[in-house]
């Protein structure tokens, strides 16, 4: 079994470079390892901190009282190859302590298409069922064909079929009922092609010149998404302080039809996007600009990043958990009093509530 540590501060380890020390601290190698590892801990009744490349957590300046476990299990399967049977399909098999650009890049490189819009999302593959993740038009629900996870409730490995994973936006079985399962690997199930899958968002059609719709050669799509998220700050740079951050602080609030009507009344005009089901997603972005909160606005040694009003920042990398909680706190006061919307943190909490 892996060394177990005590002490271990928790901030180098997070993309906002917060987090006080944990308990215990450990790295697990191999997928027997890790269940082994969670299946003690839950034995003595330790509570655990599964910790992936913690780029969407805000761990307390108290730490965590308990164990955690970075996950640094490695291997990329390809389950299928060209063959006579083949339908043009691929599917790749990944451990969850893989790099996830570092598999976008590759799956670009083979000519895999379906996640070349998510370039550039950092973390580890085993978060990206978690609260499945997205950008410019792509989620991992799209290409997600099956979880390996370890049930910590009945103690079982097994496979969760894409339908059992309960996607949607931002959101997951696995983020409804957090802790119950440990993502063990993740099979994705690509089409074997030179082209992205259809452009479906605007500012990216926009950038590439091309319609909504258009599929466009793979390398081309990455390079495209990897240049507009360099300007909003939203690829990991340590020579950026807008980097310092955990990505969007903020989902964009999902309304209902009555929820949108009093919006409508009370921002006449506002962007929109009006959902296949009838609800209408707004832009948190464009909700906090307009709550008077712009880019580079600063509480303490807290800010908004001076490229992208989503993400709140460390820029400096001294600023505290508490810090961080009080200026979305702010942020999330503000919008609620001019719009009437409740903002949700994306980002998970630890040890800490907003
Ligand atoms: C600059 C920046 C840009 C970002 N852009 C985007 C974006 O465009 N779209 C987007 O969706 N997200 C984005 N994010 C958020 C983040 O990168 C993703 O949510 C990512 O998937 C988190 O991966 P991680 O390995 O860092 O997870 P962590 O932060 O380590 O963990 C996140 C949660 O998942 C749990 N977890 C981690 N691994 C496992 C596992 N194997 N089994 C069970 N639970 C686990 C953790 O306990 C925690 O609750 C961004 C973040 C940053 C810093």
Redesign the pocket.
């Known amino acids: 079994m892996a060394d177990r540590l005590a002490g271990v501060p928790l901030a180098p380890y997070?993309?906002?470079r917060t987090g006080g020390p944990a308990r215990a601290f450990t790295q697990a190698r191999t997928q027997g390892e890790?269940v082994a590892i969670v299946a003690e801990a839950d034995r003595e009744r330790e509570p655990v901190?599964?910790?992936?490349?913690?780029?969407?957590?805000v761990v307390s300046d108290d730490g965590f009282d308990g164990l955690v476990v970075r996950?640094a299990t490695r291997g990329v399967e390809v389950t299928a190859r060209k063959s006579a049977a083949d339908d043009g399909w691929v599917r790749v098999t990944v451990q969850?302590?893989e790099d996830?650009d570092a598999l976008v890049a590759r799956c670009v490189a083979e000519g895999w298409s379906g996640v070349e819009c998510?370039s550039?999302?950092?973390?580890?593959v085993?978060?990206?069922p978690?609260?499945?993740?997205?950008?410019?038009g792509q989620?991992v629900s799209q290409t997600v064909a099956a979880v390996r996870?370890y049930d910590r409730r009945t103690g079982e490995v097994g496979d969760l079929a894409a339908a059992a994973c309960g996607f949607a936006y931002?959101h997951s079985a696995?983020k409804h009922d957090?802790g119950r399962?440990?993502?063990?690997a993740v099979t994705y199930a690509l089409e074997r092609s030179p082209l992205s899958g259809p452009v479906a968002y605007k500012e990216l059609a926009a950038r590439l010149g091309v319609e909504i719709g258009a599929r466009v050669p793979l390398a081309d799509a990455r390079e495209a998404v990897l240049e507009l998220?360099r300007g909003k700050?939203?690829?990991?740079d340590p020579d950026d302080p807008d980097?310092r951050?955990?990505?969007?602080f903020f989902t964009n609030p999902v309304l209902g039809p009555e929820e949108a009507a009093a919006l409508a009344l009370r921002a006449p005009g506002h962007p929109r996007w009006d959902m296949p089901d009838g609800t209408v997603k707004i832009p948190a972005a464009w909700l906090i600009e307009n709550a008077g909160f712009p880019r580079g606005y600063e509480r303490g040694r807290a800010r908004i990043s001076t490229k992208h009003t989503l993400?709140l920042t460390n820029p400096t990398g001294e600023a505290g958990a508490a810090e961080l909680l009080a200026l979305a706190r702010e942020v999330r006061d503000g919008v609620h009093e001019k719009f009437g919307v409740w903002l949700v943190n994306?980002?998970?909490l630890?040890g800490l509530s907003l």
């Open positions: 997070t993309t906002l890790l901190l599964v910790l992936g490349g913690g780029s969407n957590l996950v969850a302590g996830w998510l550039g999302i950092p973390g580890l085993g978060s990206t978690i609260q499945n993740v997205g950008a410019y989620d996870v931002r696995f957090p399962h440990m993502v063990l998220r700050g939203m690829v990991l980097a951050s955990a990505g969007s993400a994306e980002p998970v630890v």
